[in-house]
């Protein structure tokens, strides 16, 4: 197995043995009203070679769980592609994420954040939903002058390149610039859509610089659900499955015409694809 077939594989071990579980015979991340969501999520499961949780988490966990694992599995991902994207970078996640206001593109949103506090009166023109915290967000440190002429003498003295926030030397303090806003939804319904896609427009419309890699990542079985969160562009760079080829196998061989349908054009259209993918998209 390649290194990055190998990462894919700890990554369903660890769901199915943290995450992914039956109650009362139904799969977790599967809709209890739908036979076909209940159907396409027993055959995911049959393709995931691994023991599912014996303990099943709460309702209230599952979302940390998969972001954790999520965010391991990027990591470790990126990690092994410096060769490709080299730099430093820094995860945060679940209760240790930070909000973007504490990254270079986003952290004019202090000053409105202290101008709303000190004049409430302007939270009503201004709103108070500018400030997010992502599931996972990926930053990437600036570089020391040392750093950039590690080849060559790129910069050699203070007169140039005197503010791009990637040179360390032209901040005060050392602020990370956001490289990837990442939304994590064991599963998918209407109301999680519309607050996915509107963090993700806050994202574009608030920064000052260049707009982070704004992603969602799921585990949503059907596929018509899926494309409450993908089907369009605008907001969201695209839509990650944690598992895109076993769910086509398992769509395929559920016979449903409808969901093969919805499923066939979220690929063809780019707009859906496998966890394995991400990392690369990451990179570029």
């Known amino acids: 197995m390649s290194q990055i077939s190998t990462l894919r594989a700890e990554y369903h071990q660890q769901i199915c043995q943290t995450i992914l579980s039956l109650r009362n015979g139904i799969p977790n991340n599967a809709d209890r009203a739908s036979a076909t969501s209940q159907d396409i999520a027993q055959r995911i499961i049959q393709f995931l070679p691994y023991p599912l949780c014996s303990a099943p988490p709460s309702e209230q966990t599952v979302g940390t769980l998969f972001e954790k694992a999520t965010a391991a599995f990027l990591q470790k991902a990126l990690g092994l592609m410096a060769h490709i994207r080299p730099g430093r970078w820094g995860f945060f996640v679940a209760e240790t994420s930070r909000t973007i206001d504490q990254f270079e593109q986003y952290e004019h949103l202090n000053f409105l954040s202290r101008a709303v506090r000190q004049h409430p009166e302007l939270a009503a023109i201004l709103g108070s939903d500018y400030i997010i915290k992502p599931d996972i967000v990926i930053g990437r440190y600036p570089l020391e002058d040392s750093e950039i002429n590690a080849v060559g003498d790129l910069l050699d003295n203070e007169s140039i390149a005197r503010y791009t926030p990637l040179r360390r030397r032209n901040r005060i303090q050392e602020t990370l610039l956001l490289h990837a806003s990442i939304s994590c939804k064991w599963t998918i319904r209407s109301d999680r859509a519309q607050n996915t896609r509107t963090e993700a427009l806050n994202l574009i419309r608030n920064r000052k610089g260049n707009t ?6 799921t585990a949503e079985p059907l596929p018509t659900r899926i494309a409450s969160l993908a089907l369009g562009t605008g907001d969201l760079d695209c839509v990650y499955h944690f598992a895109l080829p ?39």
């Open 212 to 217: 982070p890699h704004i992603v969602a990542v």
């Open 246 to 284: 076993e769910l086509i196998r398992a769509v395929d061989e559920s016979g449903n015409e409808s969901q093969k349908e919805m499923l066939d054009m979220l690929i063809e259209g780019r707009r859906l694809r496998d966890i394995a993918d991400l990392p690369f998209d990451l990179a570029i």
